[in-house]
Nanobody, 125 residues
Protein backbone atom coordinates (compact mmCIF):
# COMPACT_ATOMS: atom_id res chain seq x y z
CA UNK A 1 0.00 0.00 0.00
CA UNK A 2 1.43 3.34 -1.07
CA UNK A 3 0.76 6.33 1.13
CA UNK A 4 1.38 9.91 0.07
CA UNK A 5 1.16 12.86 2.44
CA UNK A 6 1.58 16.57 1.78
CA UNK A 7 2.47 19.19 4.36
CA UNK A 8 3.44 22.82 4.57
CA UNK A 9 0.34 24.62 3.39
CA UNK A 10 -0.95 27.75 5.04
CA UNK A 11 -2.01 31.37 4.70
CA UNK A 12 0.46 33.85 3.23
CA UNK A 13 0.20 37.39 1.87
CA UNK A 14 0.64 38.06 -1.81
CA UNK A 15 4.32 38.11 -2.65
CA UNK A 16 5.11 35.65 0.09
CA UNK A 17 6.67 32.19 -0.06
CA UNK A 18 5.80 28.69 1.03
CA UNK A 19 7.48 25.33 0.80
CA UNK A 20 5.30 22.26 0.48
CA UNK A 21 6.63 18.80 1.19
CA UNK A 22 5.45 15.40 0.05
CA UNK A 23 6.41 12.15 1.74
CA UNK A 24 5.76 8.79 0.11
CA UNK A 25 5.82 5.43 1.80
CA UNK A 26 5.24 1.91 0.54
CA UNK A 27 7.11 2.47 -2.71
CA UNK A 28 10.57 3.74 -3.39
CA UNK A 29 9.95 6.72 -5.61
CA UNK A 30 13.40 6.83 -7.16
CA UNK A 31 12.13 5.23 -10.39
CA UNK A 32 9.00 7.35 -10.67
CA UNK A 33 8.16 10.83 -11.77
CA UNK A 34 6.54 12.89 -9.03
CA UNK A 35 4.10 15.67 -9.75
CA UNK A 36 2.16 18.45 -8.10
CA UNK A 37 -1.37 19.39 -9.08
CA UNK A 38 -3.77 21.89 -7.59
CA UNK A 39 -7.49 22.56 -7.44
CA UNK A 40 -8.70 26.09 -6.93
CA UNK A 41 -12.20 26.82 -5.62
CA UNK A 42 -14.75 26.22 -8.35
CA UNK A 43 -12.14 25.08 -10.85
CA UNK A 44 -10.88 21.84 -12.28
CA UNK A 45 -7.70 20.21 -11.03
CA UNK A 46 -4.70 21.50 -12.94
CA UNK A 47 -1.10 20.46 -13.46
CA UNK A 48 1.49 22.49 -11.56
CA UNK A 49 4.73 20.68 -12.32
CA UNK A 50 6.65 17.43 -12.26
CA UNK A 51 10.15 16.21 -11.60
CA UNK A 52 11.50 13.13 -13.32
CA UNK A 53 12.67 10.04 -11.49
CA UNK A 54 16.32 11.12 -11.35
CA UNK A 55 15.55 14.78 -10.86
CA UNK A 56 17.22 15.85 -14.09
CA UNK A 57 14.06 16.97 -15.81
CA UNK A 58 11.31 19.26 -14.62
CA UNK A 59 8.28 20.78 -16.25
CA UNK A 60 5.99 23.53 -14.99
CA UNK A 61 2.70 25.08 -15.92
CA UNK A 62 3.12 28.47 -17.57
CA UNK A 63 1.24 30.11 -14.70
CA UNK A 64 3.91 29.10 -12.16
CA UNK A 65 7.05 29.00 -14.28
CA UNK A 66 9.82 31.04 -12.73
CA UNK A 67 8.11 31.14 -9.35
CA UNK A 68 7.77 27.47 -8.39
CA UNK A 69 10.57 24.92 -8.11
CA UNK A 70 10.26 21.19 -7.53
CA UNK A 71 13.06 19.20 -5.96
CA UNK A 72 13.35 15.65 -4.71
CA UNK A 73 15.31 13.56 -2.26
CA UNK A 74 15.11 9.96 -3.39
CA UNK A 75 16.97 8.69 -0.36
CA UNK A 76 14.35 10.29 1.85
CA UNK A 77 11.46 9.45 -0.47
CA UNK A 78 10.36 13.08 -0.45
CA UNK A 79 9.53 15.77 -2.96
CA UNK A 80 9.28 19.50 -2.27
CA UNK A 81 7.53 22.37 -3.99
CA UNK A 82 9.13 25.74 -3.31
CA UNK A 83 6.78 28.61 -4.13
CA UNK A 84 7.82 32.26 -4.22
CA UNK A 85 6.08 35.47 -5.25
CA UNK A 86 2.75 33.89 -4.49
CA UNK A 87 -0.37 35.42 -5.99
CA UNK A 88 -4.01 35.24 -4.89
CA UNK A 89 -4.71 33.07 -7.93
CA UNK A 90 -2.34 30.46 -6.49
CA UNK A 91 -4.91 29.80 -3.77
CA UNK A 92 -5.82 26.13 -4.04
CA UNK A 93 -5.49 22.70 -2.53
CA UNK A 94 -2.17 21.28 -3.64
CA UNK A 95 -1.77 17.58 -4.29
CA UNK A 96 1.31 15.42 -4.66
CA UNK A 97 1.14 12.39 -6.94
CA UNK A 98 3.30 9.37 -7.74
CA UNK A 99 3.74 8.25 -11.33
CA UNK A 100 1.94 5.14 -12.49
CA UNK A 101 4.77 3.71 -14.57
CA UNK A 102 8.49 3.90 -13.89
CA UNK A 103 10.72 6.06 -16.03
CA UNK A 104 7.77 7.88 -17.55
CA UNK A 105 6.84 11.55 -17.25
CA UNK A 106 3.55 13.18 -18.06
CA UNK A 107 1.52 16.34 -17.50
CA UNK A 108 -1.67 14.28 -17.36
CA UNK A 109 -3.28 13.41 -14.03
CA UNK A 110 -4.13 10.01 -15.47
CA UNK A 111 -0.44 9.11 -15.47
CA UNK A 112 -0.32 9.23 -11.67
CA UNK A 113 -1.92 6.59 -9.51
CA UNK A 114 -1.21 7.52 -5.89
CA UNK A 115 -2.30 10.84 -4.50
CA UNK A 116 -2.14 12.59 -1.18
CA UNK A 117 -5.08 14.21 0.59
CA UNK A 118 -3.84 17.66 -0.32
CA UNK A 119 -2.71 20.71 1.60
CA UNK A 120 -4.44 24.07 1.49
CA UNK A 121 -2.55 27.13 0.27
CA UNK A 122 -4.28 30.48 0.68
CA UNK A 123 -2.75 33.69 -0.63
CA UNK A 124 -4.31 36.90 0.60
CA UNK A 125 -4.36 40.04 -1.49
Amino acid sequence: QVHVAESGGGLVPAGGSLRLSCAASGRFISSYTMAWFRRAPGKEREFVGFISWGGRSTSYADSVKGRFTISRDNAGNTVDLQMIDLKPEDTAIYYCAVGRSPYTSSLSAGAYDYWGQGTQVTVSS
